[in-house]
Structures are given as structure tokens and as C-alpha cells.
């Protein structure tokens, strides 16, 4: 199955500093490529976890004694490490983009270049789908999608447009979707406006935001002291969310401080922000907004 290559692979390992003993884990296991680089670096007694709510990822499981694929979302990595017996790890690895191979299935309806049903569910044994986001949810239910996490100025406009459509039946197909929010979308930016709206009801669908602020929540008790997270995100909203947690340990507003002005965080980064090369951009166009960061447990 073809998951096309892994971004910034070499940067987002070596960010690891992986010991040949140690114990990691990948909590967006995809086509395998991130996990398969770890397990080039790792010696006999080195073990690593992988992570993918995805059905379809299960069929690139590697067939390695030191490698185990859990079929669950990453926001349970605490709950199911304890089931296997671990405790702490030494690195979490992941990288938060839709994998190439769920934009290029065109019924699962993550992609704009597709004729689909409304679905884009990475769990699909999931209720909630972009069917019911966009059917069910009230008007100010959907402008708040599409304006927290489409970042979209017309978002008001939006939902009512979506709601003034739903009156004569369903919309059940993305090139109905689009029809419905052409007057919204300008021939010179049409793909990023609906690169923004598929986003919006992406990430609601998934509950992406909610998940990533549970896998952070986590880093400080699952990994070991001097162990490091290594995380790529594609959009602003996650960075934004990983940068503040790094240098914060809270999502908003500031740490308490002592009557000397310093606070404590568990975690310090490790380096500046890393992005893609030209030449990696130009080889996987899905690099092109990834920004990947580095962090260890004080």
C-alpha cells in the first residue's frame, strides 16, 4: 500500500537520539517509514511502539519481534503502553499529516481533487463524520469549526449558506459541499480556501485538537527523564499548541512563578524549529508546511 515517503525523516529520528536499548514509541505509524528508520537504529534488546487508529495502516505492520502496532488512537498512549507493561519511554516520535495514502483513497474523502461521499473519519469505525458535521451541527456550531480550525474569514457566511442548503435535502457529497460554497471560493485561490474548509471539518471529525492536547498532556509522565519528543506539524494551530507546551507546560496563559520569577517545566527544547530543504519540498510536495520541533524531559 503506498504511503509515499516519510517527511523529514532523518531530522525527526535523529531527534530522538535513539540508544540501541531503548524504548520508543511512533504514535502515527502510517506507511511505517519513521518506525523503520528507529528500527535500523535500534540493537536486539531495543523495542518500539507504534501507534494508528487507521485500519489501513495495519496492513504495512513490520514483521520485526521488537515491534508492536496498536490499532488505537494516540490520545490513549499512557492507557495502552501500561498494558504492555511500560511505563516510561526514552522517545515519542509523530508526525501529525494525513498520510498520502488517505488523501489519494478518493472515498475516503480527504482530498479536494476527489468526487466523494462526506466522510474524511481516520478511525472509521468512528461516529462522527464530515456527513454529520456538516448536516447536523448547528449554525454556530459550524461557523466555530470553520473559523478555530479553518482559520476562514467568511466562516458566519459559511454556515449559514450550509445551513440555507440543508432546508431542500442533504448534502451528501463533497462536489455538493463545493457547489454550495462556490461563491466563497475564487478561481485564483481556489485550492486554499478549500484546502482550509476540508481542514476545518477534518479536524473536528477527528477531534485532532483535543487528541494532540491529551498526547502532550501525557509526554511529562510517559517519558523518562532525558527522554526526548520529536513531533512535526503541519498547520499553525498544532505548532502553536506544541510550541507553548514545550515552553509552558500549560496550552494557555503563563506558569506560576516564584517570588525569584522562575516556574518549572518538564520538558526544554532541544534546538530551533526544523523545516523541510528545497530539495526534499520539491521531492514530496506534503513537506512543504512541516515544521518539526524537538523537546527532553528535564
Do not use: C, W
Not at 490499532?71 to 490513549?76: G, P, Q
Not at 466562516?155 to 432546508?167: G, K, Q, S
Not at 461563491?183 to 480556501?193: A, D, I, L, R
Amino acid at each position: 500500500m503506498d504511503y509515499h515517503n516519510a517527511v523529514l525523516l532523518k531530522e525527526t529520528v535523529d531527534g530522538l537520539d535513539v540508544k540501541p536499548d531503548g524504548v520508543y514509541v511512533d504514535v502515527t505509524f502510517g506507511g511505517g517509514g519513521h518506525s523503520r528508520e528507529i528500527l535500523k537504529r535500534l540493537g536486539p534488546k531495543g523495542k518500539l511502539y507504534a501507534f494508528d487508529q487507521d485500519k489501513d495502516a495495519l496492513l504495512n505492520t513490520i514483521d520485526d519481534n521488537r515491534f508492536t502496532l496498536i490499532n488505537e488512537n494516540f490520545r490513549f498512549i499512557k492507557r495502552f503502553l501500561r498494558f504492555y507493561g511500560v511505563k516510561e519511554v526514552d522517545g515519542v516520535l509523530a508526525d501529525f499529516g494525513v498520510s498520502s495514502h488517505q488523501f489519494d483513497v478518493a472515498e475516503r474523502g480527504f482530498s479536494t481533487r476527489f468526487e466523494a461521499d462526506l466522510d474524511m473519519r481516520m478511525n472509521q469505525d468512528s461516529q462522527l463524520s464530515a456527513f454529520h458535521v456538516i448536516n447536523k451541527y448547528e449554525e454556530e456550531q459550524l461557523k466555530n469549526v470553520l473559523l478555530q480550525y479553518g482559520e476562514l474569514r467568511q466562516a458566519p457566511a459559511m454556515a449559514r449558506v450550509i445551513i440555507e442548503e440543508r432546508v431542500q435535502g442533504e448534502i451528501k457529497s463533497s462536489e455538493h459541499l463545493k457547489e454550495v460554497l462556490k461563491k466563497f471560493v475564487k478561481h485564483k485561490n481556489e485550492h486554499k480556501v478549500l484546502a482550509q474548509i476540508y481542514q476545518a471539518i477534518r479536524i473536528e471529525v477527528n477531534q485532532e485538537i483535543e487528541a494532540l492536547k491529551e498526547l502532550l498532556s501525557q509526554m511529562p509522565e510517559v517519558l523518562k527523564v532525558g527522554g526526548r519528543l520529536s513531533f512535526i506539524s503541519y498547520h499553525s494551530l498544532e505548532d502553536r499548541l506544541v510550541k507553548r507546551f514545550i515552553r509552558n507546560g500549560l496550552f494557555e496563559g503563563e506558569p506560576v512563578r516564584d517570588v525569584y520569577g522562575n516556574f518549572e517545566v518538564p520538558l526544554r527544547k532541544v534546538g530551533g524549529l526544523i523545516v523541510p530543504s528545497k530539495t526534499e519540498i520539491k521531492e514530496n510536495n506534503r513537506a512543504r508546511s512541516a515544521k518539526l520541533r524537538v523537546a527532553e524531559k528535564i
